[in-house]
């Protein structure tokens, strides 16, 4: 655009083609974060021209997903600042409701928890991608791949998978199953720690929900140091169970998956080993 405006309107936050309306908030982060909402969308869905109509979660959530970083960044060192980011984790177990919660394919029309369908959760499922799945370089290249790729065109959600797998190298298909067509949770478990004869461990790792991620484990060992192990989500290939054979050859005293909390696990309590033994 040559321009844009965005203008102090009657209405909350809507956007258009080269204008925006925003309301006169009291609370700073609150203006910030409308205006920075409002002015997204004229790179999405306005020159990425996503189906709005079908697919919220490809502007309203690509949009919510950037002005989180975004805000993060404006308001870096204040606790707003520094706590924006996880704000859509933290919303998981309100909203994320067994039986009652709708995959983010669904058709708005019949979404009856818009806020985290249609913004909050496809701003979650965006930051696991980037921050766990792929990391922050190739995800970065394969998104902006992306919005090079389908400006001012009209991409379907079979584009961005297809750009997103063949930019990155890795295939999707499981992601976009778990967060997009479904409503899969994820519960990733510490079952056991075994002791080998080489004096070694074995730990038992377990996928006791219906989502895959990769995984993280924090393992502490008998003389008291400590390692982080990632896993890829191959891990899962053949089953919901696996044993991560640690090639350090000293004992496990204790081992915790996702020790950085930064997933949407369902059950925190069968995450370390021994049991009772998590931060919590
Ligand atoms: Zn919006």
């Given at each position: 655009w040559?321009h844009?405006?965005?203008?102090?309107?009657?209405?909350?936050g809507?956007?258009?083609p080269?204008?925006?309306?925003?309301?006169?908030?009291?609370?700073?982060?609150?203006?910030q974060w409308?205006?920075?909402?409002?002015?997204?969308?004229?790179?999405?869905?306005?020159?990425?021209?996503?189906?709005e109509?079908?697919?919220?979660?490809?502007?309203?959530?690509?949009?919510?997903?950037?002005?989180l970083?975004?805000?993060?960044?404006?308001?870096?060192?204040?606790?707003y600042?520094?706590?924006i980011?996880?704000?859509?984790?933290?919303l998981?177990s309100?909203?994320?409701?067994?039986?009652?919660?709708?995959?983010?394919?669904?058709?708005?029309?019949?979404?009856?928890d818009?806020?985290?369908?249609g913004?909050?959760k496809?701003?979650?499922?965006?930051?696991?991608?980037?921050?766990?799945v792929?990391?922050?370089?190739?995800?970065?290249?394969?998104?902006?791949?992306?919005?090079?790729?389908w400006?001012?065109?009209?991409?379907?959600?079979?584009?961005?998978?297809?750009?997103m797998?063949?930019e990155?190298?890795?295939?999707?298909?499981?992601?976009?199953?778990?967060?997009?067509?479904?409503?899969?949770?994820?519960?990733q478990?510490?079952?056991?720690?075994?002791?080998?004869?080489?004096?070694?461990?074995n730990?038992y790792?377990?996928?006791?929900?219906?989502?895959?991620?990769?995984?993280e484990?924090?393992?502490?060992?008998?003389d008291?140091?400590h390692?982080?192990?990632?896993l890829p989500?191959e891990?899962?290939n053949?089953?919901?169970?696996f044993?991560?054979r640690?090639?350090?050859?000293?004992?496990?005293t204790?081992a915790?998956a996702?020790?950085?909390r930064?997933?949407?696990?369902?059950?925190?309590?069968n995450n370390a080993?021994?049991?009772?033994s998590?931060g919590?």
């Amino acid at each position: 655009w040559s321009h844009a405006t965005t203008i102090e309107g009657p209405i909350e936050g809507m956007e258009y083609p080269m204008m925006t309306f925003t309301p006169n908030s009291a609370v700073r982060e609150d203006q910030q974060w409308v205006i920075a909402h409002e002015f997204g969308h004229e790179w999405f869905p306005m020159i990425v021209g996503s189906n709005e109509r079908l697919y919220p979660w490809m502007d309203e959530g690509f949009n919510t997903f950037i002005d989180l970083g975004n805000a993060a960044k404006y308001f870096q060192g204040t606790p707003y600042g520094d706590s924006i980011e996880v704000h859509p984790l933290h919303l998981y177990s309100d909203h994320a409701k067994p039986g009652d919660e709708q995959p983010l394919i669904t058709n708005p029309t019949q979404v009856r928890d818009l806020f985290w369908v249609g913004y909050q959760k496809p701003a979650l499922m965006m930051q696991m991608l980037r921050y766990e799945v792929l990391g922050k370089d190739r995800f970065d290249a394969a998104f902006r791949e992306y919005i090079n790729a389908w400006a001012f065109k009209h991409p379907t959600p079979a584009d961005f998978f297809r750009m997103m797998r063949d930019e990155s190298g890795m295939d999707l298909d499981w992601f976009w199953r778990g967060w997009i067509y479904s409503t899969a949770r994820l519960d990733q478990s510490v079952d056991s720690v075994a002791t080998r004869a080489d004096g070694g461990s074995n730990v038992y790792l377990g996928n006791r929900g219906t989502m895959v991620m990769p995984a993280e484990v924090s393992l502490t060992f008998v003389d008291g140091t400590h390692t982080i192990v990632k896993l890829p989500v191959e891990m899962w290939n053949l089953g919901s169970q696996f044993v991560y054979r640690v090639p350090e050859k000293k004992k496990v005293t204790r081992a915790e998956a996702d020790p950085r909390r930064a997933l949407p696990d369902i059950d925190r309590a069968n995450n370390a080993w021994p049991r009772g033994s998590s931060g919590n």
